[in-house]
């Protein structure tokens, strides 16, 4: 199982990107699927998850009502869109998949066997 996060990048306060995890190898319907974070000198954070049918979806109290997670099992992929966004979300956001997704939700880093990349976000004050 490989995935790949994108969609990362420089900006303002107050704006919006959207990241991507392309899953491949696996089908992600049989997933649970994490979003993650991590700035420089703090542990890795929980930020969202979702489960395989999209119906329990989970978020830090740090972003709910800000962030939305969505996924599209058609294509393997889940999103993280990020609105209103600060400075203190500057961190490398990373995706990953527990298989199997027996579980309406994890926040803790040890229970995903698969991660990406990550991809870097800097929110500009």
């Known amino acids: 199982v490989q995935l790949q996060a994108s969609g990362g990048g420089l900006v303002q306060a107050g704006g919006s990107l959207r990241l991507s995890c392309e899953v491949s190898g696996r089908i992600i319907s049989s997933a649970l699927v994490g979003w993650f974070r991590q700035a420089p000198g703090e542990d890795r954070e929980f930020v969202s998850s979702?489960?395989?049918?999209?119906?329990?979806?989970y978020y830090a109290d740090s972003v709910k009502g800000r962030f939305t997670v969505s996924k599209d099992n058609a294509a393997n992929m889940v999103y993280l869109q990020m609105n209103s966004l600060k400075p203190e979300d500057t961190a490398i956001y990373y995706c990953?998949?527990?298989?199997?997704?027996?579980?309406?939700?994890?926040?803790?880093?040890?229970?995903?066997?698969?991660w990406g990349q990550g991809t870097q976000v800097t929110v500009s004050s």
């Open positions: 990953a998949a527990r298989y199997p997704g027996d579980v309406l939700t994890s926040r803790r880093p040890s229970e995903y066997g698969y």
């Open positions: 979702i489960t395989g049918n999209g119906y329990i979806i």
